[in-house]
């Protein structure tokens, strides 16, 4: 499906503000990596987040780049296959752990493209997530329609509209990014409305 840009609000953004940017999409989209290694018993939760926690360090300068490229071969040891499983949620929590791999590469190597690229992908996971639980019949102009009208898919954009807002009006402190962290948190629901929190 096709998917808006938003190069031309992140390309002002400094490299440590990309990295927010970016690290919040992601903690917005851990529910769904979380959830697919409960009814999977696979995968390292805590690495998902011990490595989106160095994402946060490095946007806030408390971290440096040695203990990215330390982590990043072990994030990507641990994207799922897809092949490998019967089961849709695989598709989400791939997503989500591919984006924090790219948002690791940004970190060492500034990239707005692929800084764009993480904010359209989580556009496509819930175009897709979409398709197969609500719009299965629908094709072409009728499902791309029905996407970007769908309440999922306006939020992800009002997130990312507080976001952009938000990195832009002020310096990023560390007072600022606690903020968008807890923006980003939106009680453990991810975007596409699965939550892992404890009822």
């Known amino acids: 499906m096709k998917t808006p840009s938003f190069l031309s609000q992140i390309n ?6 990309q990295i927010c940017f970016a690290a919040a ?8 990596y979380q959830l697919f290694l409960e009814l999977t018993q696979s995968g390292d939760t805590q690495l998902f987040r011990q490595a989106l926690n160095l994402l946060w360090d490095f946007a806030s300068g408390q971290q440096n780049q040695a203990a990215l490229e330390k982590w ?16 849709y949620g695989v ?4 997503d989500a752990i591919l984006s924090l791999s790219m948002a690791m590469h940004c970190a060492l190597s500034p990239s707005t493209e692929e800084v764009d690229g993480i904010a359209q992908l989580a556009l496509k996971t819930i175009g897709q997530f979409l398709k197969y639980s609500e719009a299965t019949e629908l094709k072409g102009t009728e499902l791309q329609q029905y ?20 990195l832009t009006k002020a310096k ?28």
């Open 172 to 199: 990023l402190t560390s007072p600022l990014i606690k903020e968008i962290r807890n923006l980003s948190r939106n009680d453990d629901i991810s975007h596409l409305g699965v939550s892992t929190a404890e009822e």
């Open 147 to 166: 996407i970007e009208q769908h309440p999922l898919y306006l939020q992800q954009l009002d997130f990312y509209d507080e976001l952009l807002a938000t």
């Open 72 to 87: 990043l071969p072990q994030v990507e040891q641990h994207i799922p296959d897809r092949e490998a499983f019967d089961m």
């Open 12 to 17: 002002p953004l400094t490299h440590p503000q």
């Open 91 to 94: 598709h989400p929590a791939t």
């Open 25 to 32: 999409i992601i903690t917005r989209s851990m529910p769904n």
